[in-house]
C-alpha cells in the first residue's frame, strides 16, 4: 500500500495575495547523500517592486561543489605559473635566482683558477731566486734507489765517473768563472756594454759582506727605467716586500732585477732592447723608504757590483 503523502505550502502573505514558494511532501523515506547532491534548486531574481522575474538559474548541490573545486585548481595553477615562471618566485624566502646561482659558480671557478696561477706564479718566483741565490732545497734533490744487485766495483766506478766530471767542469770553467768579494769576474761580462737604467745619485752601495747584493738609486718620480741589456722578461711580478719586481734573462748567463718599481710596463716573455723603458720608478713594497732603483745583476748566479759596469 502507497504511502500517502502530505503536502504542505509555506505561504507569505502581502497585501491581499498569498504567495506559495515552496510545496513540502512529507512522509516520504529519507534520501541518501548521493541523491541530495542531485536535488535540483532554482535561483530566482525578483524586481522587488513589480515582482517580475528578471533572472533565474537552476543547479544542484554537486554542480555547486564541482565548480568550486575546478576554481581552486584554477587558481592554484596559475598561482604556480607566475611563481615558476616569472620573477616573483625571487621574493619567495629559501629560493635562489638561477642566473644567480650560475653567476656564483663561475666566480667559484674563476677564483680557484686564479688560486692555481697565483700558486704557480709563487713557485716559480721563488724558484728564480733560489736559482739566482744559488740556494738548492735538498728537498728538491731526485734519490734514485739503488738496485741490491749492483755490484760494489760498479758503485765505485759510477763514484769514480762522477768525481772526474767535477774535476772536468771546474777545469774547463775555472778561467771564465771566479769569485771575489761577490763580485763574478768573467771575460763575458766584462766585455758587455751596460746602459744606465736611470740617472740619479746612489744612496746604498753594493755591500757583499752585509748581503746587500744591489745599489740603491734615487732618482726623480715617475722616471722611467730603462733595461741595462738585451734580454727577455722572466718575472714581472708583485711582492709584499719589494714592491713590484721584473727580471730580464740577458746573453751570457747575465740577469738583472729592478725592484720598488711604481708600474712594470713589460709582461714575462717579452723580448727588450738595451735601453727599452720597462718600468716606472717609484717607492713600492715594506723594504722601500722613498723613491728609488734597486737594480742587482747577476752573473752566472752570482751577484754583482753595478757601479764597476754602470756609470749613474
Known amino acids: 500500500m502507497p504511502l500517502k503523502q502530505k503536502e504542505y505550502c509555506i505561504s507569505f502573505a502581502i497585501g491581499d495575495k498569498i504567495i506559495c514558494f515552496e510545496q513540502l511532501k512529507m512522509d516520504k523515506p529519507k534520501k541518501k547523500l548521493l541523491h ?46 607566475l611563481i615558476v615562471f616569472t620573477p616573483l618566485r625571487e ?16 666566480l667559484v671557478f674563476e677564483t680557484d683558477s686564479l688560486q692555481k696561477a697565483l ?4 713557485s716559480y718566483y721563488k724558484n728564480m731566486l733560489n736559482i739566482m741565490n744559488d740556494n738548492i732545497d735538498e728537498r728538491d734533490t731526485i734519490v734514485v734507489p739503488i738496485d741490491k744487485k749492483t755490484s760494489d766495483a760498479q758503485l765505485d766506478k759510477k763514484y769514480a765517473l762522477d768525481d772526474k766530471f767535477k774535476k772536468d767542469f771546474e777545469e774547463m770553467t775555472k778561467d771564465n768563472y771566479s769569485v771575489e768579494d761577490g763580485d763574478a769576474k768573467t771575460p763575458s761580462i766584462e766585455n758587455l756594454s751596460f746602459f744606465s737604467p736611470v740617472t740619479g745619485i746612489v744612496s746604498n752601495a753594493f755591500d757583499y759582506t752585509n748581503d746587500h747584493y744591489a745599489v740603491d738609486v734615487v732618482t726623480k718620480p715617475n722616471e722611467p727605467v730603462k733595461s741595462v741589456l738585451d734580454g727577455r722578461v722572466v718575472i714581472s711580478t ?4 719589494t714592491g713590484n719586481i721584473m727580471a730580464i734573462q740577458h746573453k751570457n748567463n747575465v740577469i738583472s732585477v729592478y725592484k720598488h718599481n711604481a708600474v712594470l710596463l713589460k709582461k714575462v716573455g717579452t723580448f727588450v732592447n738595451a735601453g727599452d723603458a720597462i718600468a716606472i720608478v717609484g717607492n713600492s713594497g715594506e723594504l722601500s723608504t722613498g723613491p728609488h732603483l734597486h737594480l742587482e745583476i747577476w752573473a752566472n748566479g752570482n751577484p754583482v757590483n753595478p757601479e764597476k759596469f754602470i756609470n749613474f
Open 119 to 122: 700558486s704557480d706564479r709563487e
Open 238 to 241: 708583485w711582492t709584499p716586500e
Open 91 to 106: 621574493y619567495i624566502p629559501g629560493y635562489t635566482d638561477t642566473e644567480t646561482k650560475h653567476k656564483v659558480a663561475k
Open 36 to 81: 541530495k547532491l542531485k536535488d535540483k534548486y532554482r535561483i530566482v531574481l525578483i524586481n522587488d517592486t513589480t515582482y517580475e522575474e528578471k533572472f533565474s538559474f537552476s543547479l544542484t548541490p554537486m554542480n555547486v561543489f564541482v565548480g568550486f573545486s575546478s576554481f581552486l585548481v584554477f587558481f592554484a595553477t596559475i598561482l604556480i605559473m
